[in-house]
């Protein structure tokens, strides 16, 4: 069984930066995505970053160019720097793991990013 566990949020003034880690223990099998998304209050989750276990990189067009997604697979780690925050990046953000070989989707528990003055 896969856990995440995610750490970095908090309250930051709009403009400032965030970085948000998730440590995953348990067996991960190869290929998989490890991803970060976000849900406002009365809001669908959406996908704010991903990447694959070969380093292949996906944004949500609302963070392109301000947000970092970054990954180690030997330390079972994955980062997400956030550059230039605004109000409407407030939200839970949830890592999150897809197994692609068993086909398990894994999630955390979520930490909470409020971008306010």
């Known amino acids: 069984q896969v856990q995440l566990v995610e750490s970095g949020g908090g309250l930051v003034q709009p403009g400032g930066s965030l970085r948000l880690s998730c440590a995953a223990s348990?067996?991960?099998?190869?290929?998989?995505?490890m991803g970060w998304y976000r849900q406002a209050p009365g809001k669908e989750r959406e996908l704010v970053a991903s990447?694959?276990?070969?380093?292949?990189?996906d944004y949500g067009d609302s963070v392109k160019g301000r947000f970092t997604a970054s990954r180690d697979n030997a330390k079972k780690t994955m980062h997400l720097q956030m550059n230039s925050l605004k109000p409407e990046d407030t939200a839970v953000y949830y890592c999150?793991?897809?197994?692609?070989?068993?086909?398990?989707?894994?999630w955390g528990q979520g930490t909470q990013v409020t971008v306010s003055s």
């Open positions: 999150n793991l897809q197994d692609h070989y068993t086909l398990r989707d894994y």
């Open positions: 348990g067996r991960i099998y190869s290929p998989n995505t």
């Open positions: 990447t694959t276990n070969v380093g292949a990189t």
